[in-house]
C-alpha cells in the first residue's frame, strides 16, 4: 500500500457530493476513503487514521457534532473540516469549539476546498 500520499476523508451522506470530492482531491493526488455515515466515518478513521477529514454536519443518524466528537476521542490531533447548510452558525461555533479546523457553506466552490484541504494537512 502506498502510504506516501496523504489520506483524505469525505463524510457526506450525499452520493454526489462524495463522489465530486473523491474524484477532485483524487486528481490532486490524495488517497480519499469515502463514509456515508457516521458508523462507517469512524471505522474508517480507526482503520486508516486519515490525515485530514471533510465533515459534512448535516448527516441522518449520528450527525457532524457527534462524528466530530468520536473521532477526536479516537484522534485527538485529528484535522477536521467541516461543510455545512447556510446558516447553521450556532453549529460551526460548536464544530470549532470541539476543534475543527475550519467550514465550509454549502454550495461550496470546488478551488476553495482544493486550496483550504492544502493549506489544512498536516506536514509530514
Given at each position: 500500500?502506498?502510504?506516501?500520499?496523504?489520506?483524505?476523508?469525505?463524510?457526506?451522506?450525499?452520493?454526489?457530493?462524495?463522489?465530486?470530492?473523491?474524484?477532485?482531491?483524487q486528481?490532486?493526488?490524495?488517497?480519499?476513503?469515502?463514509?456515508?455515515?457516521?458508523?462507517?466515518?469512524?471505522?474508517?478513521?480507526?482503520?486508516?487514521?486519515?490525515?485530514?477529514?471533510?465533515?459534512?454536519?448535516?448527516?441522518?443518524?449520528?450527525?457532524?457534532?457527534?462524528?466530530?466528537?468520536?473521532?477526536?476521542?479516537?484522534?485527538?490531533?485529528?484535522?477536521?473540516?467541516?461543510?455545512?447548510?447556510?446558516?447553521e452558525?450556532?453549529?460551526?461555533?460548536?464544530?470549532?469549539?470541539l476543534?475543527?479546523?475550519?467550514?465550509?457553506?454549502?454550495?461550496?466552490?470546488?478551488?476553495?476546498?482544493?486550496?483550504?484541504?492544502?493549506?489544512?494537512?498536516?506536514?509530514?
Amino acid at each position: 500500500m502506498d502510504d506516501t500520499k496523504e489520506k483524505i476523508l469525505i463524510v457526506d451522506d450525499q452520493f454526489g457530493i462524495r463522489i465530486l470530492l473523491n474524484e477532485v482531491l483524487q486528481k490532486e493526488g490524495y488517497k480519499t476513503f469515502q463514509a456515508a455515515n457516521g458508523v462507517q466515518a469512524l471505522e474508517i478513521t480507526k482503520k486508516h487514521s486519515p490525515d485530514l477529514v471533510l465533515l459534512d454536519m448535516k448527516i441522518p443518524g449520528m450527525d457532524g457534532i457527534e462524528i466530530l466528537k468520536r473521532m477526536k476521542e479516537i484522534d485527538p490531533d485529528i484535522r477536521v473540516i467541516i461543510m455545512t447548510a447556510y446558516g447553521e452558525l450556532d453549529m460551526i461555533q460548536e464544530a470549532k469549539d470541539l476543534g475543527a479546523i475550519t467550514h465550509f457553506a454549502k454550495p461550496f466552490d470546488i478551488d476553495d476546498i482544493r486550496s483550504a484541504v492544502r493549506e489544512n494537512m498536516p506536514i509530514k
